[in-house]
T-cell receptor, first 117, second 114 residues
Framework: NAGVTQTPKFRVLKTGQSMTLLCAQD?????MYWYRQDPGMGLRLIHY???????AKGEVPDGYNVSRLKKQNFLLGLESAAPSQTSVYFC????????????????FGQGTRLTVV | GNSVTQMEGPVTLSEEAFLTINCTYT??????LFWYVQYPGEGLQLLLK?????DKGSNKGFEATYRKETTSFHLEKGSVQVSDSAVYFC?????????????FGQGTRLTINP
């Protein structure tokens, strides 16, 4: 059971370059999330999606775009990378709805370490 | 707003020591509470959870009790092992309709020495 898979695992970009991070989940989850993890700051939500074709802004959305064209995939794009976007990026998914009990565990991918030079 | 505050790390203990990592939260209503663990080089894994007041979550010898009166969810383990070395995150999901998003604390790095 693959769970949540992120690609790539590592990437180095030059300032101004663009790239797309891919997240795929095989659990038929409705919700998907992109977080960034920075030292001493925990995980901060960038964007999230509550279902196929939907996206919404999280806590730190600036400089990122996302798309959820298929239920199982959630793409995170950086149009013009900046050194401040150097971070570890985590994708997560969960089967959450308006009824929360027993269905609100989030599953995480292994992360993508991105360095912008 | 919703927020989670964890005790600052890093925390270094000897094997078989007693562990407490403090976590307090601010949220509207009664959120669900979680502890996630991140082992070196890996993603986050759910360690335990509690969905209502006085619930006790437990797993792998770790425990945490949902204390509504003190808005706390402290993580404890009676005898830690070297393999418990990891970063631990306290998190909550607010009890609201619609989108439910995990809110994380800043993480506490735990190192257990043999």
């Amino acid at each position: 059971n693959a769970g949540v898979t992120q690609t790539p695992k590592f990437r180095v970009l030059k300032t101004g370059q663009s790239m797309t991070l891919l997240c795929a989940q095989d659990m038929n989850h409705e919700y998907m999330y992109w977080y960034r993890q920075d030292p001493g700051m925990g995980l901060r939500l960038i964007h999230y999606s509550v279902g196929e074709g939907t996206t919404a802004k999280g806590e730190v959305p600036d400089g990122y775009n996302v798309s959820r064209l298929k239920k199982q995939n959630f793409l995170l794009g950086l149009e013009s990378a900046a050194p401040s976007q150097t971070s570890v990026y985590f994708c997560a998914s969960s089967q959450l709805g308006t009824g929360y009990k027993g269905r609100n565990e989030a599953f995480f991918g292994q992360g993508t370490r991105l360095t912008v030079v | 707003g919703n927020s989670v505050t964890q005790m600052e790390g890093p925390v270094t203990l000897s094997e078989e020591a007693f562990l407490t990592i403090n976590c307090t939260y601010t949220a509207t209503g009664y959120p669900s509470l979680f502890w996630y663990v991140q082992y070196p080089g890996e993603g986050l894994q759910l360690l335990l959870k509690a969905t209502k007041a006085d619930d006790k979550g437990s797993n792998k010898g770790f425990e945490a009790t949902y204390r509504k009166e003190t808005t706390s969810f402290h993580l404890e383990k009676g005898s830690v092992q070297v393999s418990d070395s990891a970063v631990y995150f306290c998190a909550l999901i607010p009890l609201i309709q619609g989108a439910q998003k995990l809110v994380f604390g800043q993480g506490t790095r735990l190192t257990i020495n043999p």
